[in-house]
Each structure stands twice: as structure tokens, then as C-alpha cells.
């Protein structure tokens, strides 16, 4: 169930021309406080705004005519709600999205708007796998799940493949880890096309359960994370991820939200993009001197699904 | 005093590697709620995050060895100041910019951040066009103004003559008018590429000094508008702009402070950028029908010069 370059380049094919191939920015700033040449690769231009589309769409193309007829599921109030709503409707099938009850009707509009079905749950009473599987068993939908799957995986892994063909040789590559698939994916074409890449995962201060399980050799959970970085809520990486990632990742950056605040507050003012929490977490790790990395260094942007009232309100303090 | 493509080419020549090619991005939301394909040239993303830095480098580096030497003077507050800052920088010499003293710290500290000297005044009792050129007698500096000369309205053209180059056929293109610089070299360039392009010009409702002179056919003067467009304050369009624009300009759309702060969100929420206000006015034209366009239709995001404080502000209400 491992992946390889293969299987990202695959990806990729399917992907051209569905999924955006997104810019690589650059900062001469930037580059100046960190003393290093800073690659951004910006997947908050991503279709959906974020990276999971790679993944989404990925996997769903590989459906049968008759899945696709059927349907497909997902559980997700987040991107990978908006990326499989997207995927179906541009594979001429239908998505059913369980979110919590509490979703920000703007995340729900957002997948209504790629013509998804959401069914809603009480995040407190219910278990959404056992909700999803229940609700895929019943209306005979195949659930794509947001990391936990060897297509999605390799669908990430597009975004450094890219990063790579477009700029070449890196020293490092910074990417940002919550379920682990898109550092999963980058991290197996990253260390097939530069052997001798460093790869750095960037967590939040508390949220650190990759980290730690890196250091004790096997999945371990921390309390559900107090974070502004909500893409990195997850208290557990995933098996499939894990069994990636415990052999590809060479160390673990950690930001605090303030961190994450200052590179949010610095790619808008500088660099005018913007950027979610979760998505400024390699340039907070650069900026704040969380990891020390020269040479030619990439950094993944994972998205920028923010809206105004909450960027005014996590940068007003 | 006119200039032509020729002038426009010879620019993009001295800009080549010292300006950035800024990116055309395109929406497909915004494509559908237009009914035109739309292409967005984002001078937000260019060097000091504005298109001034093209017409103020292509005007400095005309610049004798001996002028150069002596340095270089401009009047702003705004984009332009850091332009001539920059511009100077990077060609050895030395700015020295008269702001008004009540300019904000962060406008004075940018100017500063490129190496140039400010020097202030009252902004009730001084006349900045005088006291600029006192200073630039007194000292031997030569100044660069806003718009009007012929070298900045050339280098101002070169983001339509990219924009074409990339995307080709236009049916329109809208750029915001201020001063006219931006207008009349883009005007220069667009006509002369492709002769049946209908070029709209954009001011805010208030500020509309450039609509009015068009149709009298002489340069009118409005009162100082108050619009939140603080690039396109001026009260009357120049001298040598209006020559070239009353000759090459369509016609103008009007937009309102609503219409620009819808633009403004958009292109937040929907596209991940950031835009000033004066450089949102030709996305709100469309998007509040203000103008009416189909077929292929390309318009100038001026610049994305405004910081998190006052972008919260706007859009709060």
C-alpha cells in the first residue's frame, strides 16, 4: 500500500490540465531575512483553493463508470469537502459531504456550490467514519477519505513533483503536516528525483503528533490541538501516511500561532497572497527561525481558504 | 511629446530582469459572472507591489552618468515614491522624496527601506509641485514626476504590451485612471498591437476628472474627490496624459466605493490576492456592470499596496 514516483507521476498525467499547475513565487525579502533562496509553491492558487484537489481528484478518476454513476462520499467540513465535491461534478458524478452540524455555512455553500449533497451530523454525539461508511454503505457511494489512501497520497505528491521540474535543485523542502498525505506524496517524489533533499515537516506548537511519532517509531495521539492551523487539527497521523513518512521525513519544525499570524500578516503585506493558517506554517518556520535551512530552499503554501472577518480577526491582535 | 510603440518596446527592453513579468491569472467564477473571458495582468505582484515601478525605472535609467550622481527627487506619498526609490537604487544613485508630514510611518519607512531620503511638508500651506522643484534646483537632483514624461507613460505601457504578448486578441481592456500614465502608454501599446481593442478607462464615481475632459474635449478639473481609490485622487488628468489618451481612450465606466470594496473581497476570497483599491476598480467595473463586455477582455490590476489595518477596515463594513 506504499507509494512510489511512479505512481506520483501517474497522478500528474491525470491531473494535466484538470488541476492548476500553480505558480512558484519568489521574495527577494524574504530571502534576505532568511538567508536562503525561498521557492514558494503557492496551492493556494489551487483549484478549491488548496492542494486537496491533487489528491481528490486523483483517486475519484480512477473510478469505475458505474462508481461514478453511483457516487462518491466524503467526510470533511474543511478543503477536502470542496476538493471532492469539484472532482465529482468535473467527473460527471455526484458528491454526498457529511459535515458536522456546526459547519460555517460558507463551507457548506462552497460545496453546495460545485453541486455536492451535505448531510450534517452532531460532532459531539456522532463518529463521522463510522457515519461516512454507514452512509456509503447505504447509498452504495465509494468514500474517499481526505489522507488515508494511496491515490491521494500520490495526487499531493504532484504539488513538489511541479515544484521540482519548475526550479530543480533543493536543499530542503518545507512542507505542512496534519493527516500527513500531502507531505506523504511530496516527500516519496521529492527523495526519488533529490536523494539528498532534507525534508522538514512543519507542525503546530501542540499538535505535534507526527513529530513525536517519529521519535518513538510508532503512531502516537496527542490531545486534539488548540490551534489557529485547522488543516493540522488531527491528533494521530495516519497509518498509511506514517508508514510514508517515518521513512522519508528527515525532522519536524514546530510554530506557534503567533508564527503563524506573522508569515499570514508577511505574505499579505509583501508578497499580496493569501495564505490560511495552516498554509503560512513553512513560511512561519522560516521566518521565526523554527529550523535553520540555506541553500536553495522549497516551501508548499497548502492553501488559502480564509474570508475576511476571520483574517481581520486573527491579525487585529 | 508623444510617445508611440516603438517607446513602449524600448522599455520593456531596459525593464527586461529588473522588473518582474508579472503573472496574468485568470477566474472561472469570475469568467461566469461576467459572460467574457477575463484576463487579470497582476501588477500587484510587481517589484515595490505596484506598475509605477515601470515607468519610474524606465525614466531613471535614461539618466546621465552625472545626473545619477547627483541623484534623483520625486513628490508622493504613495506607489510612486517607493518606484523612484527603488529605481534609484538599483541604478547606484540616491532619492531623496518630499512626503507630506503627515504621511503614515509605513509609507515614510517603505521610501526609507529602499535607501531614499524624505524630506517632509505642510501639506495645507506647502505647494509640493514648488517646493520639488526648489529642492531639486537647490540640490542638482533631477525629478521624476508621477506621469507626466513621456518615459514614464512608456514604461507604464509595457503591462499592456506583456499582457497582449502572452494572451494575444483582446476584444477590451480597462485600466484605472488616475494621473493617465498608466493609461496612456497602455493605450499606446494595446492600439498599435491590436487596432479594434476598445480601451475603458475606470474612475471612481467623484473622481471622474478624465470622463468630463473626455467629453468636452479639453482638460476639466473636479473638486478633490473623496473615494476610497487613493491612487486616482488626482483632480485633473496631466497635460501630456490627456493628449495621448484623449486620442486612444473608448470610454470611461464609474465605479463606486461599494463596487471596489466588492472587488476587493472577491479577489480575497475567491482569487487569494491582494489588491489595493485603485487596483480593484477595473474588476468591480465588471463585476457591477458598470461596463459592458464580452469576448476576451483583459484589465490592469494596478497594485496591492495596503496593509492588513486599513484592508480590515474597508471591508468591515
Request: aromatic share 4%; hydrophobic share 45%; proline share 5%.
Amino acid at each position: 500500500m506504499t507509494i512510489t514516483i511512479a505512481d506520483v507521476r501517474d497522478a500528474a498525467e491525470r491531473l494535466d490540465g484538470v488541476a492548476h499547475r500553480t505558480p512558484v513565487l519568489r521574495s527577494r525579502t524574504l530571502d534576505a531575512l532568511v538567508g536562503a533562496e525561498v521557492f514558494l509553491k503557492c496551492e493556494n492558487f489551487q483549484r478549491i483553493g488548496a492542494f486537496k484537489f491533487r489528491g481528490a481528484y486523483n483517486a475519484c478518476s480512477r473510478l469505475s463508470a458505474e462508481q461514478l454513476g453511483r457516487g462518491i462520499a466524503a467526510y470533511s467540513s474543511g478543503n477536502h469537502a470542496q476538493a471532492v465535491a469539484l472532482s465529482a461534478r468535473e467527473l460527471g458524478s455526484k458528491a454526498v459531504i457529511l459535515m458536522p452540524e456546526d459547519t460555517p455555512p460558507s463551507k457548506r455553500a462552497a460545496a453546495e456550490g460545485y453541486g455536492a449533497e451535505v448531510v450534517t451530523y452532531d460532532r459531539y454525539s456522532g463518529d463521522r467514519v463510522a457515519l461516512g461508511a454507514a452512509l456509503a454503505a447505504e447509498r452504495g457511494l465509494t468514500l474517499i477519505p481526505p489522507y488515508e489512501h494511496p491515490h491521494v497520497m500520490a495526487g499531493q505528491g504532484t504539488a513538489a513533483l511541479e515544484l521540482i521540474e519548475e526550479v530543480g535543485e533543493l536543499d530542503a523542502l518545507l512542507v505542512p503536516v496534519g493527516g500527513g498525505g500531502l507531505m506523504a506524496g511530496s516527500a516519496t517524489a521529492a527523495k526519488a528525483l533529490l536523494p539528498r533533499i532534507r525534508m522538514i515537516g512543519v507542525e503546530p506548537v501542540g499538535g505535534d503528533d507526527t513529530r513525536r511519532s517519529l521519535a518513538a517509531g510508532v503512531r502516537v495521539s496527542v490531545p486534539v490541538p488548540k490551534t489557529i492551523a485547522d488543516g493540522q487539527a488531527a491528533p494521530t497521523p495516519g497509518e498509511l501516511t506514517f508508514a510514508v513518512n517515518r521513512r522519508l521525513v528527515d525532522e519536524i519544525a514546530l510554530v506557534s500561532d503567533d508564527d503563524i499570524r506573522d508569515a499570514m500578516r508577511y505574505a499579505f503585506d509583501r508578497m499580496r497572497i493569501v495564505v490560511e493558517p495552516s498554509g503560512a506554517t513553512g513560511i512561519a518556520a522560516l521566518l521565526a527561525g523554527r529550523v535553520t535551512a540555506g541553500g536553495r530552499v522549497g516551501v508548499i503554501i497548502s492553501g488559502g481558504n480564509i474570508d475576511v472577518p476571520r483574517f481581520s480577526n486573527l491579525l487585529s491582535r
